[in-house]
């Protein structure tokens, strides 16, 4: 499924904009993701794509088929739009069995043809076979998220919208489920809008990332775009972790990536700043170390362990500086 937006927008009794007018393509069969912290707009965007609330303005077309219109104020009901939705809490039914559970959604369509046939197909795309006659209380967290993403794929929709789904999950299960749902989702080409605060869970699912903050969208592009070029000081920030520097010279402050600095020479004419060691952190294939030059903390990562309190040289690259004001 395409999605294409038009100037839509939400607010609520006509004051601050929990979505603020935009306009966006997504593609058949992309994986996007709707980045940024707690109250930017991602889930509003999502109920918004959902039918779970209504725009107050603009234009929202799956393929060619119109959906909402904010000027005559159509709207097609969220059962009518060809969806599935997978949640944070995972919204399992109990009592139910979990082939009860993933067949609901057909149950509820009166899409009953084939159903045993097409339940078990679902819960084989999720690696459950064998668990139908189960309870969700006798299944794992992970195992209860693969019974709501089968629940979701089993109505075979064109677009699935997934909220924060593996944000109650630990970080081992998060990491195998990422790969997992990216795979699904593939492999059956349904287009995907996936909503985190994570940026790792971004940068490692996604075709494209939209970064939000304040509700609204203010950088939309490849991961290593992102990363390499933003074009908003916030998403910078956001995406990655990001140092800083303010050039004595014009007072612009800089930013620069950990991946940036070295603790040995990279380049004849590297800036060399020397910082004192505050704290090291070792992440298996890498240290992490905070120092501190002057009133600024930088990360850096080392393949060697350098002690707390240490003095040492840090090179940068002139070229990795960038401005924080983008054009």
């Not at 219109?69 to 809490?89: A, C, N, S, Y």
């Not at 940068?203 to 970064?211: A, C, E």
């Not at 700043?273 to 990360?299: F, M, N, P, S």
Request: net charge negative; proline share 4%; charged share 25%.
């Amino acid at each position: 499924m395409r999605i294409t937006v038009n100037n839509l927008s939400k607010s609520y009794d006509g004051e601050k904009f929990a979505f603020k007018p935009s306009s966006f393509e997504i593609h058949q069969g992309e994986f996007v993701t709707l980045l940024g912290p707690s109250g930017c707009g991602k889930t509003t965007l999502l109920r918004l794509l959902a039918g779970l609330e209504m725009g107050n303005s603009g234009q929202i077309h799956f393929d060619d088929r119109l959906i909402f219109d904010g000027e005559v104020k159509r709207v097609v009901p969220t059962e009518k739009r060809q969806i599935g939705m997978v949640f944070q809490d995972f919204a399992l039914w109990p009592h139910m069995t979990i082939f009860e559970n993933v067949a609901f959604g057909l149950r509820a369509q009166k899409d009953t043809d084939r159903l045993a046939e097409r339940v078990r197909w679902a819960l084989a795309k999720v690696d459950l076979v064998g668990y139908d006659t189960r309870y969700p209380r006798q299944l794992s967290g992970g195992q209860q998220q693969r019974v709501a993403f089968a629940r979701a794929i089993v109505t075979e929709p064109e677009l699935i919208l997934l909220d924060e789904p593996l944000s109650a999950l630990d970080a081992l299960l998060r990491n195998q489920l990422r790969v997992e749902l990216v795979s699904i989702a593939k492999e059956l080409d349904i287009t995907c809008v996936y909503v985190t605060h994570d940026q790792e869970e971004a940068m490692s699912m996604s075709d494209r990332i939209f970064v939000m903050k304040d509700g609204e969208i203010l950088q939309q592009g490849e991961p290593e775009i992102l990363y390499h070029n933003p074009t908003h000081p916030f998403v910078a920030e956001f995406v990655g972790k990001t140092n800083r520097i303010t050039d004595p010279a014009t007072r612009e402050e800089k930013i620069f990536r950990p991946e940036d600095l070295s603790l040995e020479p990279q380049k004849f004419d590297d800036l060399i700043y020397q910082a004192t060691v505050h704290h090291v952190a070792y992440l298996g294939d890498r240290y992490e170390v905070i120092v501190k030059y002057g009133q600024e903390e930088w990360t850096v990562y080392s393949k060697k362990r350098v002690n707390i309190g240490e003095r040492i040289d840090i090179h940068l690259p002139k070229k990795a500086l960038k401005l924080t004001q983008y054009a």
